[in-house]
């Protein structure tokens, strides 16, 4: 995979993850092979539609996937190590520590018999020790502090919070030990719209002032375009677009990712939501050829037997859609705009 012209350090280095969920029909191919880079710094969107793997992705890389599902196949470096199939108590190093998560509804996820000073310090206790004892108390004021929250809370049980300070708890605790990387995985969704925007401010705060790279999982793209600084397109288990997010909201290469920017609603032009037609195809049994083509506007004869591969169509811009073929001076064409658009 081309790296970005502006990549500094790469933190996470994701080849050919494969994650598949067991079902007495045969095997559902929730990620099927995808790779990425993280850089230092960076966040990456992952967006697609509900069923498109990308949750699913995020366990696999966190090595949370519990049966029926399985990671098959694949590897995964954190900072150039291989973290993919260590032994749990080495795992258990990990995350946390270089590898935090902020759970698909977050809010739900924190033990509601616990005071919210409790839950963070178990975190910290369990990674560094009864040495950090010591200080715990100012250092667990200082990153409620950092999320937004007033001391008060920490004393605070769950069920005195509202959504949006759960959801504020959660970040606190994943960002406790100052992790490398920081999944979160839908975590504004479960919220109200107006909540929603100040969670994503503290998590874009908090990324700042920290320097942590993020992967951010879900499908509002309006979020998406604020928040991130890469976007990864899933459809179907597979990446099919990964560029920097004005690329992806300007010029989106892939005709999936270009229905996707057209079905976000706009306030200055009011015009019918896109939909995108078609059927999709039995997760257990993907067609040869591209994964996209029985939705796909522009399919092709050749689509229906040849995967696309990945090609850098533009720089950091990379697609796998057969419609764009290089030229002998090495850009790329639309072999849509060569033919007239027929
Ligand atoms: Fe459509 Fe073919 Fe491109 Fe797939 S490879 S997205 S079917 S044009």
Sequence with gaps: ?????????????????????????????????????????????????????????????????????????????????????????????????????????????????????????????????????????????????????????????????????????????????????????ESTSALDVVVQRVVAQTLLAVKRKLGVSMIMIGHDMGLMAQMVDRVAVMYAGKIVEIAPVQDIFIDPKHPYSQLLIASVPSLKERKPLKITEGITHDPRNPPPGCIFQLRCPFVMDKCRVQTPPMQEVKPDQLVACHLYEKTEDGSFINVRDVVGNT
């Design 1 to 185: 995979m081309t790296e970005p012209k502006s990549a500094s350090t790469r933190v996470l280095k994701v080849r050919d993850l494969r994650v598949y969920y067991e079902t007495p029909k045969g095997d559902v191919l929730a990620v099927n092979g995808i790779d990425f880079d993280l850089y230092e710094g960076e966040t990456l969107g992952l967006v697609g539609e509900s069923g498109s793997g990308k949750s699913t992705a995020a366990m696999g890389i966190l090595q949370l996937v519990v049966p029926p599902g399985r990671i098959v196949s694949g590897e995964v470096l954190l900072e150039g190590q291989s973290i993919l199939g260590l032994p749990d108590e080495a795992l258990r190093q990990i995350r946390w520590a270089k590898l935090a998560l902020i759970p698909q509804g977050a809010m739900n996820s924190l033990n509601p018999t616990m005071k919210v000073s409790e839950q963070i310090k178990d975190v910290i206790l369990a990674h560094e020790g009864k040495e950090a004892k010591k200080e715990i108390k100012a250092r667990i004021l200082e990153l409620l502090s950092t999320v937004g929250l007033p001391g008060r809370v920490y004393d605070m049980y769950p069920h005195e919070l509202s959504g949006g300070m759960k959801q504020r708890v959660c970040i606190a605790m994943a960002i406790a030990l100052s992790p490398t990387v920081i999944v979160a995985d």
